[in-house]
């Protein structure tokens, strides 16, 4: 492979016919050039739709209560049970797989105001494990803590536009709101960590802790609903059936009740849509290849050609005593020298438009929603060279065989 003489008479050869080979490589370039194209837009399609589900924890399930099908301990069907406070902590004293868990009771269209500054809004009645789970982020100070709890403090933790808002360009920490006509102090201020339709609503709310929202406005130790994530190496769905269990059995709904005790797995959907996109890569990388042999047939069709027109000279060759692995040396090294060069273009070209489409996005700051941050994963990138090295051996493997079995005699005497 590494013979000066070798390689003299591949370039020799390559310049004599440059439009038959720059015409292989290019369905070479073509092939590797569509793979990394194709892979990196995917990409780019599966980064967006990841996107929208934020830096929330993605092991999690969703919890809340819905009308009954099924009666049960003479409980007619049709009733709404109620989740309580006390759920909550039997959840955590039951199943020690629960690492956090974050209740959430809501009241509507609640006046917030600043000295004459204000409007209606939502309040959340939280504890501080919330911000552990949902993608959300603090701008300033802090969010609800243990003493917040522990003491029933009056201290409220403002979404972003609320605190714009009331305080304009006024520092908001430590100023007192009325919230429903009671005073409370702000600690901070909070947001989604993307801004989309369904997070429009994190930006208005204003958090208090629970227990100051059921000792303030009388509302009882009832819960919305509730978010909780599992241990580390615990996945959620083992933990999801006996939460249900749990709750069942606690507000007298049938076990075998599809509602009464509702539920979402964030981790099941987060998988589900994560094997799409696992299947939509292995159609890429299927559709991508396909496109490469295509190139890699014509370069093995044009080294049977050239081995055709060098049958005089292989034989002469053979004839002063060359070997059938050396005639196979030459022929594999010109099929990889012309798939290497023209891949590692194609492949270089199609990751520098990849990476130029995300710059011009970054640096123009577009926004795309189903399309965000296109980019050539590195073991794609190797993958690609070990394909193409592939491609190369197995596009002069036939030629190459060819060649080797020329009988020296026969190829003396052809014309």
């Known amino acids: 492979m590494f013979d000066r003489d070798t390689w003299q008479e591949i370039l020799a050869t390559i310049q004599k016919h ?22 990196g837009m995917g990409k780019g399609l599966e980064n967006s739709v990841l996107r929208d589900f934020g830096d929330r924890a993605k092991n999690v399930m969703y919890v809340w209560a819905s009308r009954t099908t099924q009666p049960y301990k003479g409980l007619q069907p049709g009733r709404r049970p109620r ?15 629960v690492e956090y868990i974050a209740p959430r009771l809501s009241m509507e269209n609640i006046p917030v105001y600043y000295k004459d500054i204000g409007d209606r809004r939502e309040i959340r009645g939280e504890l501080q494990d919330m911000i552990n789970i949902e993608a959300l982020k603090l701008h300033k100070g802090r969010y609800i803590n243990q003493l917040d709890i522990d003491e029933s403090r009056k201290v409220a933790v403002l979404g972003k536009r609320t605190a714009e808002v009331l305080f304009g360009e006024e520092e908001s920490i430590g100023k007192f709101v009325r919230i429903g006509g009671v005073e409370f102090r702000v600690v901070g201020i909070f947001g989604p960590t993307q801004v989309k339709p369904w997070t429009e609503s994190d930006l208005e ?12 406005y009388g509302t009882g130790e009832r819960v919305d609903y509730f978010v909780c994530s599992s241990a580390p190496n615990v996945k959620v769905s083992q933990i999801e059936p006996k939460v249900r269990a749990l709750l069942k059995q606690r507000h007298k709904v049938a076990p075998d009740d599809p509602r009464g005790i509702g539920g979402f797995n964030l981790q099941e959907e987060f998988q589900s849509i994560k094997n799409v996109f696992n299947g939509i890569q292995a159609f890429l990388w299927f559709v991508g290849i396909g ?10 069709n044009i080294m049977l050609i050239t081995v055709k027109e060098r049958t005089k000279e292989i034989g002469i060759r053979k004839a002063l005593g060359a070997t059938p692995s050396s005639i196979v040396g030459m022929v594999l090294t010109e099929s990889v020298l012309i798939t290497s060069i023209s891949g590692y273009l194609g492949l270089v070209v199609g990751t520098l438009i990849i ?7 970054v640096a123009n700051n577009i926004e795309i929603d ?30 190459a065989r060819q060649a080797a079995r020329v009988n020296p005699v026969v190829a003396l005497k052809d014309e």
């Not at 440059?18 to 892979?39: E, P, Q, S, Y």
């Not at 496109?291 to 093995?300: E, K, Q, R």
């Open 370 to 399: 189903n399309f965000y941050n296109p980019q050539v994963n590195l073991s794609v990138g190797v993958g690609a060279i070990l394909l193409l090295i592939t491609a190369g051996l197995i596009a002069g493997l036939i030629p």
């Open 355 to 361: 990476g130029g489409a995300n710059y011009i996005m």
């Open 291 to 300: 496109t490469l042999l295509a190139g890699i047939v014509g370069v093995s």
């Open 83 to 97: 989740l309580r406070l006390d759920d909550i902590v039997a959840i955590k004293q039951n199943i020690p797989e």
């Open 18 to 39: 440059k439009l038959r080979t720059a015409l292989t490589a290019l369905g070479v370039f073509w092939g590797i050039f569509m793979l990394i194209f194709v892979l």
């Open 205 to 216: 709310a204003v958090v208090i802790p629970l227990p100051t929202m059921y000792r303030t």
